[in-house]
């Protein structure tokens, strides 16, 4: 198991938090994983993670209500909790918003505590202050693993694979730019998103997952990261990759591909096992979701994509960065 001051995928982002995480010098002794993964890992056990979500960053409060977009932010710092195979415990919420009554933060404070309960958590404190602009909510998810599964521990042969599908999030974002409103099926993957714990859980429990990943920056550089931090070269093949149908129908063929490998905010897992062991039909049964193989691993280094032709190529880029190469900040949805 890795330190976790290890490699991170291309991107203005990463390069950010590379040089940040150098300045938080030596990690403590009860700190087995630091920086560099989904969440750190404290020696008893503990895992820790923070999201921070942005209006105008993250979201529009034009595009969904204040109880919605408190369910994602609280979402998204669960799904790391996933990607690490850990129980979640509890939240802490910390909320900034302006004066005035333009924010009900109540509302967002239940859509906190309606995703907690939905893997169950509960919301265990936080703080609030005033914001003289944007909405601001901060979550620190904490949960439990002996076992935690790191992003380092991919090897040649491996194969690769995606839960659900992938592209609703970015193709409901293109919608409400074009000033139109989503499908349902898309206005729903983005206000909704499921922070796949039992999943994760089950692939840890039967010792069949050797890394694992959330899908919140788009599955390219997501698996970028993987690449990155087990030092190995990652194959994924176009024609397995499970776009959502309602993708293809909003954005055509081409896009709706592109949205599924760039676009962000799935929150899927994307993980890593051994050929030949993963029962598609097993999660189907068990959970209702569909699992894809996707890629494989071999010796190498960075991310590729296969046409059907068999030709690959690597890929430059990673997927949502929010620093653009001039170092200012890039926002989503703008």
Same mark, same amino acid.
């Not at 403590?28 to 942005?54: F, K, M, Q």
């Not at 000033?179 to 898309?186: C, S």
């Given at each position: 198991?890795?330190? !976790?001051?290890?490699?991170?995928?291309?991107?203005?982002?990463?390069?950010?938090?590379?040089?940040?995480?150098?300045?938080?010098?030596?990690?403590?002794?009860?700190?087995?994983? @630091?920086?560099?993964?989904?969440?750190?890992?404290?020696?008893?056990?503990?895992?820790?993670?923070?999201?921070?979500?942005?209006?105008? %960053?993250?979201?529009?409060?034009?595009?969904?209500?204040?109880?919605?977009?408190?369910?994602?932010?609280?979402?998204?710092?669960?799904?790391?909790?996933?990607?690490?195979?850990?129980?979640?415990?509890?939240?802490?919420?910390?909320?900034?918003?302006?004066?005035?009554?333009? %924010?009900?933060?109540?509302?967002?404070?239940?859509?906190?505590?309606?995703?907690?309960?939905?893997?169950?958590? @509960?919301?265990?404190? $936080?703080?609030?202050?005033?914001?003289?602009?944007?909405?601001?909510?901060?979550?620190?998810?904490?949960?439990?693993?002996?076992?935690?599964?790191?992003?380092?521990?991919?090897?040649?042969?491996?194969?690769?694979?995606?839960?659900?599908?992938?592209?609703?999030?970015?193709?409901?974002?293109?919608?409400?730019? !074009?000033?139109?409103?989503?499908?349902?099926?898309?206005?729903?993957?983005?206000?909704?998103?499921?922070?796949?714990?039992?999943?994760?859980?089950?692939?840890?429990?039967?010792?069949?997952?050797?890394?694992?990943?959330?899908?919140?920056?788009?599955?390219?550089?997501?698996?970028?990261?993987?690449?990155?931090?087990? @030092?190995?070269?990652?194959?994924?093949?176009?024609?397995?990759?499970?776009?959502?149908?309602?993708?293809?129908?909003?954005?055509?063929?081409?896009?709706?591909?592109?949205?599924?490998?760039? $676009?962000?905010?799935?929150?899927?897992?994307?993980?890593?096992?051994?050929?030949?062991?993963?029962?598609?039909?097993?999660?189907?049964?068990?959970?209702?979701?569909? %699992?894809?193989?996707?890629?494989?691993?071999?010796? $190498?280094?960075?991310?590729?994509?296969?046409?059907?032709? @068999?030709?690959?190529?690597?890929?430059?880029?990673?997927?949502?960065?929010?620093?653009?190469?001039?170092?200012?900040?890039?926002?989503?949805? %703008?």
């Amino acid at each position: 198991m890795s330190d !976790a001051r290890g490699p991170y995928g291309p991107g203005a982002e990463f390069e950010l938090i590379r040089r940040l995480a150098k300045l938080g010098g030596d990690l403590p002794a009860e700190v087995r994983i @630091g920086p560099g993964d989904d969440a750190a890992v404290l020696d008893d056990g503990w895992v820790i993670s923070t999201d921070l979500t942005v209006e105008d %960053v993250h979201f529009r409060r034009a595009w969904i209500t204040d109880q919605e977009v408190g369910y994602r932010a609280a979402t998204a710092a669960l799904s790391d909790m996933a990607a690490m195979a850990a129980t979640p415990v509890g939240l802490l919420v910390s909320i900034a918003a302006p004066r005035g009554g333009a %924010v009900d933060v109540e509302s967002v404070q239940a859509g906190i505590v309606e995703a907690a309960s939905m893997v169950g958590a @509960g919301v265990i404190g $936080g703080d609030v202050s005033r914001s003289p602009g944007p909405l601001m909510i901060d979550v620190v998810a904490l949960g439990r693993t002996m076992w935690p599964v790191c992003r380092d521990g991919a090897g040649p042969g491996d194969h690769v694979w995606v839960t659900g599908s992938l592209g609703a999030s970015a193709a409901a974002i293109r919608a409400w730019d !074009a000033g139109e409103e989503p499908a349902k099926e898309l206005r729903h993957a983005f206000v909704r998103p499921t922070a796949r714990v039992s999943e994760a859980r089950c692939l840890a429990e039967h010792d069949v997952v050797d890394a694992m990943i959330d899908i919140s920056d788009g599955l390219i550089g997501d698996v970028g990261h993987i690449a990155a931090a087990s @030092g190995m070269k990652i194959t994924l093949e176009l024609a397995k990759i499970p776009v959502g149908e309602s993708v293809v129908e909003a954005l055509g063929q081409d896009d709706a591909l592109q949205a599924a490998l760039t $676009g962000g905010e799935d929150y899927e897992l994307c993980f890593v096992t051994d050929p030949g062991i993963v029962d598609p039909g097993y999660f189907l049964e068990r959970y209702g979701v569909t %699992v894809t193989r996707v890629g494989a691993v071999t010796e $190498g280094e960075g991310v590729w994509l296969q046409t059907e032709d @068999g030709t690959a190529d690597r890929v430059a880029t990673g997927g949502f960065d929010h620093w653009d190469a001039t170092g200012t900040a890039k926002e989503e949805g %703008v």
